[in-house]
């Protein structure tokens, strides 16, 4: 077993399901369960991610639930800021290593 499949994160299968009961019901929520939805969206491992979104079983929920919260699913201008600022400054490094 390789060093870096060691130290992968096993998916949650708790939390999955949970997520998956969520949008089942969904628009049937409460705010704070919206929210849970979006923070898991947003933040959550890649991995659990993955595995919701390619479920098929709740993928028009999830697609609604994604079109009516779109805004707070998105990366907000600091975030983009950060992401072009990463990009100018890796163009600039790269750019005078070529010269060298």
């Known amino acids: ?9 096993p998916v949650d299968p708790g939390r999955l399901a949970h997520m998956e009961a969520l949008l ?3 628009p049937d929520l409460v705010q704070i369960e919206r929210q849970e939805i ?3 969206l947003r933040k959550g491992r890649l991995r659990d991610r993955g595995l919701l979104t ?12 994604r079109n009516d919260h779109d805004r707070e699913l998105s ?10 600022l990463m990009i100018m400054l ?3 490094a790269a750019a005078s290593l070529w010269r060298i």
């Open 24 to 26: 089942k019901r969904y």
């Open 75 to 84: 990366l907000s201008w600091g975030e983009i800021s950060v992401i072009a």
């Open 1 to 9: 077993m390789s060093e870096s499949s060691k130290r992968s994160v």
């Open 54 to 65: 390619c479920n098929q079983s709740i993928s028009d929920e999830l697609e609604a639930f």
């Open 90 to 92: 890796s163009v600039a």
């Open 38 to 40: 979006i923070q898991f």
